[in-house]
């Protein structure tokens, strides 16, 4: 199993920049694959970016291309995502999720192992 806890969430303007951040521990290489998740309130969680972690191949949600980048560092076991040009319907709480094999269809939460609390990110117009 592996433990995330996700970081960096706040209240910006629309227009401004976040990086989220999320540490992994305990069995991090039986992850395939990582992924970012918001789920903004009466709303469903959604998918919104994944990266495999060998290869670094990634995949966007089509509302967050040319603004959010997933990356992530090997040697300290984290993954990040960076936030350009944030929206008012960006506003959710983000999650990090990771999955012990390559899901057939990234964007399915319940295709994922292991879930961080949440972050908290706020966007005012």
């Known amino acids: 199993q592996v433990q995330l806890v996700e970081s960096g969430g706040g209240l910006v303007q629309a227009g401004d920049s976040l990086r989220l951040s999320c540490a992994a521990s305990?069995?991090?290489?039986?992850?395939?694959?990582v992924a970012w998740f918001r789920q903004a309130p009466g709303k469903e969680r959604e998918f919104v970016a994944s990266i495999n972690w060998k290869g670094g191949s990634t995949y966007y949600k089509d509302s967050v291309k040319g603004r959010f980048t997933i990356s992530r560092d090997n040697a300290k076991t984290t993954l990040y995502l960076q936030m350009n040009s944030l929206k008012p319907e960006d506003t959710a709480v983000y999650y990090c999720a990771a999955a012990s094999k390559v899901p057939s269809i990234v964007v399915v939460p319940t295709l994922y192992d292991s879930w961080g609390q949440g972050t908290q990110v706020t966007v005012s117009s």
């Open positions: 305990g069995r991090t290489r039986s992850s395939a694959v």
